[in-house]
């Protein structure tokens, strides 16, 4: 059993921060692929950045410049520094962890609003 807990969402103004984090729990492979994705309404669910245990990054062209990605693999965690944040942001943000031999998993996701 895996489990996926998210923190940091919340509301901020355009122009401001928020760190998402994402502890993982339970039976992880050691070789594992952690990420954040978002869905806003009415909208399907995007890839926003994804890490693998070796620190090879992938970013939305939307986000790059603004959010950085990064990860303790000690702590099975995974967090995702948003800056420059837009109303266009606004989203349910989701953690993902995907091992080849066991599949996704999946967060309860966090908020995140942006005021204009």
């Known amino acids: 059993q895996v489990q996926l807990v998210e923190s940091g969402g919340g509301l901020v103004q355009a122009g401001g921060s928020l760190r998402l984090s994402c502890v993982a729990s339970?039976?992880?492979?050691?070789?594992?692929?952690m990420g954040w994705y978002r869905q806003a309404p009415g909208k399907q669910r995007e890839l926003v950045a994804s890490?693998?245990?070796?620190?090879?990054?992938n970013y939305a062209d939307s986000v790059k410049g603004r959010f950085t990605i990064s990860r303790d693999n000690a702590k099975n965690t995974v967090y995702l520094q948003m800056n420059s944040l837009k109303p266009e942001d606004t989203a349910v943000y989701y953690c993902?962890?995907?091992?080849?031999?066991?599949?996704?998993?999946w967060g309860q996701g966090t908020q995140v609003t942006v005021s204009s």
């Open positions: 993902k962890l995907a091992m080849e031999t066991t599949g996704d998993y």
């Open positions: 339970g039976r992880i492979f050691r070789f594992n692929v």
């Open positions: 890490i693998t245990t070796a620190g090879s990054t």
